[in-house]
């Protein structure tokens, strides 16, 4: 299993044991799985963060 897909798991599950029941268990759930997979797909090295925030005047 890779690192993005540990993340992922790892994210939702946290957003399912904080937000445990209704509504706002499937919003943290959502929000938490997506940072999961950003954390994994930047410690893969498939998302490269400093493109994503560098200055507009170097693009």
Excluded: N
């Amino acid at each position: 299993m890779s690192t993005t897909r540990w993340c992922l798991a790892i994210g939702l599950v946290l957003g399912i044991v904080l937000g445990f029941g209704g509504w706002w268990a499937l919003v943290s759930a959502i929000v938490l799985g997506f940072i999961g997979l950003v954390v994994g797909r930047v410690a893969e090295g498939k998302l490269d963060m400093a493109a994503l925030f560098g200055r507009a005047s170097s693009r």
